[in-house]
């Protein structure tokens, strides 16, 4: 097994944490390695469609956390209870990406989400990048993970000498932000009914933004589709 990572020296030393709806939103630790290792890895070919992956990449991705970027990882509380249910619902089987053989989840990561572009000043707005973890995409549990991501992103941060919040709370303070915004190919469907549940506007239309696999599966410049959400927006739909 490998060494558990260290923090790099620029990573922000205190973690972020956001708990409800049977789901906890945490920014990346060292300790998180071994089951993003696991979540990516059985992701990895669904992933690839629209976005490059690598599952060996956590402690790069480590190693980039800043001030001006950070990666969230959202877990289920009860892996095993959801998994009973979306059974009971027909909706799981032993077949399922991430499972084992039996049918039980090998992890229990729903998402991991990228809090990027962080702009302070008056600006105080970020970009959201997402991926949906095996076996849990498809199950709709995506979807309240990113709404869990976004109340972290737009809730007030806290003061710096309070940098833990309130043990037992589940809630450490936000990113503190005042708007986000997420960009998605207009093939992607799937992604743009997500962001239109979560609350999601659209903005406008991209042409050629980034540098990323296309529908057929090369690499090229890519549009995509903007939305925004702003903590007033965000206070009025939830």
């Given at each position: 097994?490998?060494e558990?990572?260290?923090?790099p020296?620029?990573?922000?030393?205190?973690?972020?944490?956001?708990?409800?709806d049977?789901?906890v939103?945490s920014?990346?630790?060292?300790?998180?390695?071994?089951?993003?290792?696991?979540?990516v890895?059985?992701s990895?070919?669904?992933?690839?469609?629209?976005?490059?992956?690598?599952?060996?990449d956590?402690?790069?991705r480590?190693?980039?956390?800043?001030?001006?970027q950070r990666m969230v990882l959202?877990?289920?509380?009860?892996?095993?209870?959801?998994?009973?249910?979306l059974?009971?619902?027909?909706?799981?089987?032993?077949?399922?990406p991430?499972?084992?053989?039996?049918?039980a989840?090998?992890?229990?990561?729903?998402?991991?989400?990228?809090?990027?572009n962080i702009?302070?000043g008056?600006?105080?707005s970020a970009?959201?990048?997402?991926?949906?973890?095996d076996p849990?995409?498809?199950t709709?549990?995506?979807?309240?993970?990113l709404?869990?991501?976004?109340d972290?992103?737009l809730?007030p941060?806290?003061p710096?000498?309070?940098?833990?919040?309130?043990?037992g709370?589940?809630?450490?303070?936000g990113?503190?932000?005042?708007?986000v915004?997420?960009n998605?190919?207009?093939?992607?469907?799937?992604s743009l009914?997500?962001l239109?549940r979560?609350?999601?506007r659209?903005?406008?239309y991209?042409?050629?933004?980034?540098?990323?696999?296309?529908?057929?599966?090369?690499?090229?410049?890519?549009?995509?589709?903007?939305?925004?959400?702003?903590r007033?927006?965000?206070?009025?739909?939830r």
């Amino acid at each position: 097994m490998a060494e558990a990572a260290a923090f790099p020296s620029g990573t922000p030393p205190h973690q972020l944490v956001r708990a409800g709806d049977g789901l906890v939103a945490s920014t990346l630790v060292p300790g998180d390695e071994t089951e993003y290792e696991l979540a990516v890895r059985h992701s990895a070919a669904r992933i690839a469609r629209f976005n490059p992956v690598d599952p060996g990449d956590f402690r790069a991705r480590l190693a980039q956390q800043s001030s001006a970027q950070r990666m969230v990882l959202v877990r289920l509380e009860d892996p095993a209870s959801a998994a009973a249910a979306l059974a009971q619902q027909g909706r799981w089987g032993e077949g399922r990406p991430g499972c084992a053989p039996a049918g039980a989840p090998l992890h229990g990561v729903v998402a991991r989400v990228n809090v990027t572009n962080i702009v302070r000043g008056r600006f105080q707005s970020a970009t959201l990048g997402y991926d949906a973890l095996d076996p849990w995409a498809g199950t709709g549990w995506f979807t309240r993970a990113l709404r869990l991501v976004v109340d972290l992103a737009l809730a007030p941060a806290r003061p710096s000498a309070d940098p833990a919040g309130r043990a037992g709370s589940g809630e450490t303070g936000g990113f503190g932000l005042h708007r986000v915004e997420a960009n998605v190919q207009p093939h992607n469907v799937a992604s743009l009914r997500v962001l239109q549940r979560v609350g999601f506007r659209r903005e406008g239309y991209v042409e050629r933004m980034l540098f990323v696999p296309g529908p057929d599966g090369r690499e090229q410049w890519c549009d995509h589709v903007l939305h925004g959400l702003t903590r007033e927006e965000w206070r009025t739909n939830r």
